[in-house]
């Protein structure tokens, strides 16, 4: 099998660079310069270690979290309020995409936006092929953001103090938590449990490393080229590649632009997959692959139309709020888990997967306490 890094990890690790990773991290870099990019990385190394936790379900048990914890821990009602959350993400990344590379209005995009759950569909049953297309939009993504990075020539000094330099003030909380929410997404976690089924430890290991910290790289350059092209800028994820092109040429917006329907489509397969899975546990018995992704989808595109038209929200708002929601979910994702890994990880590990839920409640806890709120 030699040295393979593709498999059950690179279909989690789109979770982690989805459109609302753009969201969080784009609201970051924007707003508050280089000085939440701790917060990237400390949550890229912790889900490194709750991801291998997650795997290792599947790898000792022979099966993923939601199997063995069934109705218990209210894992249904958890399992639809992530479902819900995520697909939102990730259907408003495909949508923007749509907008951004073909000048679709957003109603219009909803609609042809929609057709991806037809491509997902008959990817993931497919499973080799589906790795593969997978991992090529995930080095896609990471190739944009590497030329984003040679565009705007960052402080690379600035940049590594700013790596180490633990700060948070109360108007950051949100966007904090945001970032936890998009970077260590629960239904991730879950799934990994479930995928990993059948894997050897040693290439569990060594795919949710390589995979997942090549994911952390993402979101930070995601950030870092949020903090030199747009900070200090009041502007929605939507007016991104109009800002960028005047400054760093048409390039920047396309790839800009490209990274995010890419972002969108792969992520989608991710969250698709999990509403299968919360599908199962939710009706207590085997569900038609094809009914449970198209619910999953057809479920949040009237949601979507709504927020952007009718009530009037920026898609950046509706991208970090829908973070919150997962930020808000994960301590019961990782009690689950937590639960579920013993035996199957040794206790520093499982030490580890405790104190990231109560970093990720702490957080939740402090952003409700601080007043919810996006934007400038």
């Known amino acids: 099998m030699g040295w393979n890094v593709l498999g059950p990890a690179t279909v989690v690790s789109v979770a982690y660079v989805d459109p609302g990773n753009f969201g969080a991290n784009i609201e970051a870099g924007m707003r508050f310069g280089l000085s939440l990019l701790w917060v990237v990385w400390l949550s890229g190394a912790l889900s490194v270690v709750v991801q291998y936790a997650a795997g290792m379900v599947g790898v000792r048990k022979g099966a993923g979290i939601f199997d063995l914890v069934g ?21 408003m990344g495909v949508v923007l995409g749509l907008h951004f590379l073909f000048g679709l209005p957003y109603e219009a995009a909803a609609v042809v936006g929609f057709a991806d759950v037809a491509l997902l569909a008959a990817l993931a049953d497919r499973r080799s092929l589906f790795v593969k297309v997978i991992g090529a939009m995930v080095a896609a993504i990471a190739v944009s953001f590497l030329v984003e990075l040679y565009l705007v020539k960052p402080d690379w000094a600035a940049v590594l103090r700013y790596s180490v330099t633990p700060t948070l003030s109360g108007e950051e909380a949100l966007v904090a938590a945001a970032i936890v ?69 048409p390039l920047s917006a396309y790839l800009f632009s490209l990274a995010m329907l890419l972002s969108g489509l792969s992520s989608s397969a991710v969250s698709v997959e999990f509403g299968l899975i919360t599908a199962r546990l939710l009706l207590g018995r085997p569900v038609s692959a094809w009914k449970a992704r198209l619910a999953a989808r057809a479920v949040n595109v009237a949601p979507a139309v709504l927020a952007l038209t009718a009530l009037g929200m920026t898609p950046l708002s509706v991208l970090v709020y829908t973070q919150f929601v997962l930020a808000a979910a994960l301590p019961a994702v990782l009690a689950m888990l937590w639960a579920c890994s013993k035996g199957a990880v040794g206790g520093a590990v499982r030490a580890v997967v405790g104190a990231t839920a109560l970093y990720a409640a702490a957080l939740t806890a402090l952003t409700i306490l601080a007043g919810v709120r996006v934007g400038p």
């Open 71 to 91: 109705r218990r821990w209210v894992a249904a009602p958890v399992g639809v309020a992530v479902v819900l959350a995520t697909d939102m993400a990730e259907y």
């Open 181 to 249: 929410g998009a970077t260590i997404m629960p239904h991730a976690v879950v799934l990994h449990s479930h995928l990993a089924v059948g894997q050897r430890r040693e290439e569990h290991l060594r795919q949710t490393v390589v995979n997942l910290l090549g994911v952390a790289a993402i979101n930070a350059s995601i950030l870092i080229s949020s903090a030199y092209m747009l900070h200090g800028a009041e502007a929605d994820v939507a007016d991104v590649p109009k800002l960028l092109e005047p400054l760093y040429g």
